[in-house]
């Protein structure tokens, strides 16, 4: 019995001496998910040694709870918002967005999630219930548009400030004085003859 369990444990650390690096990092971290006092010095110390450290992804967190929200239960109609959603994104970011624009583009749909499902409440309260007893619900929808609306004028401005800026260079500057400068001298000399032509007697 006591020579099973040593061969055990001789067999468990040869597994953990022939993981690499980064499988040794990746399963302290998934003790730590479990341990509250991990501590979190090794914690960052582990995520900074991985060529690819686990992410959080908080948008698509609230996306689902955005959802399970509106429509409990029902994973179909879950799934077609969620594909509507990512077609929003997909093109208010267009083909090519810089990591800006799709920073943006992910807000401009999220409120455009959130738009539509304070339209559907706001409908169907008002349908159902009294005009008095729905006006939470507009005010909601009225919020909801406005942080639409922003999303969207955030992203022009966004795309605005990456458009490039038009550059004069400094011989562009110095032949376009050479330029007004010999413009000028003809000016005058042309001015001088006329004024000479006039002083001459007939």
Not at 84 to 113: D, N, T, Y
Request: aromatic share 2%; proline share 4%; charged share 25%.
């Amino acid at each position: 019995m006591a020579k099973s369990k040593a061969r055990e444990t001789a067999n468990e650390e040869t597994a953990v001496t022939e993981m690499t690096q980064e499988e040794r990092d990746r399963a302290f971290l998934r003790r730590a998910e479990a341990d509250p006092l991990a501590s979190r010095a090794e914690i960052r110390a582990a995520m900074e040694r991985m060529a690819d450290p686990p992410r959080t992804n908080m948008a698509g967190a609230g996306e689902n709870a955005l959802l399970e929200a509106l429509m409990p239960g029902n994973r179909v109609k879950q799934e077609c918002m969620r594909r509507e959603i990512a077609r929003v994104r997909r093109e208010v970011a267009g083909p090519h967005p810089s990591a800006l624009e799709a920073l943006v583009a992910e807000r401009v749909a999220a409120c455009w999630a959130h738009l539509q499902v304070t339209e559907a409440l706001y409908t169907s309260f008002l349908t159902m219930g009294t005009a008095a007893g729905s006006l939470p619900h507009h005010r909601r929808m009225e919020i909801a548009q406005r942080r639409y609306l922003s999303a969207i004028k955030a992203l022009a401005q966004v795309r605005r400030l990456q458009l490039p800026a038009v550059q004069v260079s400094a011989d562009q500057v110095n032949i376009g004085q050479t330029q007004n400068i010999a413009h000028g001298q003809n000016i005058a000399e042309k001015q001088v003859n006329v004024g000479g032509g006039n002083t001459q007697s007939p």
